[in-house]
């Protein structure tokens, strides 16, 4: 008699491999949701303009963006809601900045020496040059670098870009050291910066110094007073809109700090 051919046996498992592969793709969706309901503003900034330069351009690589994969959102509405959501958290961590800063100001007694405002372009703490720097001289006075370095471990927790920028008024000086204000204010600046690498080990890249001499002054330069108010030195928190300004490393250094 012929012999019927055994039957094969049927799997009734074969479901946990569908299941497996449901389960993945669940986790791999919840993961990526997550990722963009966290999105770090600085981050993506940082991102972008490291993205920007490395494909040569000068701006942004957010600017003109393409059609979004989302149906009914344009690239160009997703563009701004993430910039509308940096600027809000580069406002918020901003406030909180300003009144770390003026809290230093007002329990160390320094008003009038040190004032600190937000501007359209960042934060401008603005030293005074009697608090700094003797009358035409760029070598720090006693106490001047303890006041810099107590400022400087504040901006040490901010990620932003530090110009220092060094003012005069329009009395004009002439010496083997400084022919100019223009000399004087660029030293005063320079020596600001010198303090900051060396006394808390600042990464370079994050700061620059000017300086403008007697042409950038608060106030007209016909009394003794307002002559002493454009006699300082400032330092500028940048927002990072204005940071595109900069010129830029090919390490964007500050990643680290973000």
């Known amino acids: 008699m012929r012999r019927r051919p055994a039957r094969k046996k049927s799997s009734h498992e074969r479901w946990l491999i569908t299941y497996a592969d449901l389960i993945t793709l669940l986790l791999v969706f919840f993961v990526v949701l997550y990722a963009l309901s966290n999105i770090n503003a600085k981050k993506f900034q940082a991102v972008a303009m490291s993205l920007s330069k490395a494909m040569g351009g000068g701006q942004s690589v957010m600017r003109e963006p393409g059609a979004s994969l989302a149906q009914g959102i344009s ?3 997703l563009t701004k809601e993430l910039e509308m959501t940096r600027e809000a958290a580069e406002l918020s961590d901003f406030e909180r900045l300003r009144k770390e800063l003026q809290n230093y100001i007002d329990n160390n007694g320094l008003d009038g020496k040190v004032t600190v405002n937000l501007e359209e372009r960042g934060i401008v703490i603005s030293f005074q040059d009697v608090a700094l720097f003797p009358l035409g001289s760029a070598d720090l006075t006693p106490g001047a670098s303890d006041m810099i370095v107590r400022i400087g471990e504040i901006l040490a927790k901010d990620p932003h870009y530090l110009r220092i920028e060094g003012h005069t008024d329009n009395l004009p000086i002439s010496t083997s050291k400084f022919p100019s204000n223009w000399e004087l204010s660029v030293a005063r600046s320079t020596r600001v910066v010198k303090e900051l690498i ?9 700061l620059s110094a000017t300086g403008y001499g007697e042409f950038r002054p608060k106030a007209g ?12 030195v400032d330092i500028i928190v940048l927002k990072y809109k ?3 300004a900069e010129p830029m490393s090919q390490g964007a250094p500050y990643f680290d700090n973000l």
């Open 75 to 77: 690239g160009s509405s």
């Open 198 to 206: 060396e006394k808390l080990e600042f990464t370079p890249q994050r």
């Open 221 to 232: 330069n016909d009394t003794a007073d307002n002559r002493q108010l454009n006699r300082r």
């Open 242 to 244: 204005y940071e595109s």
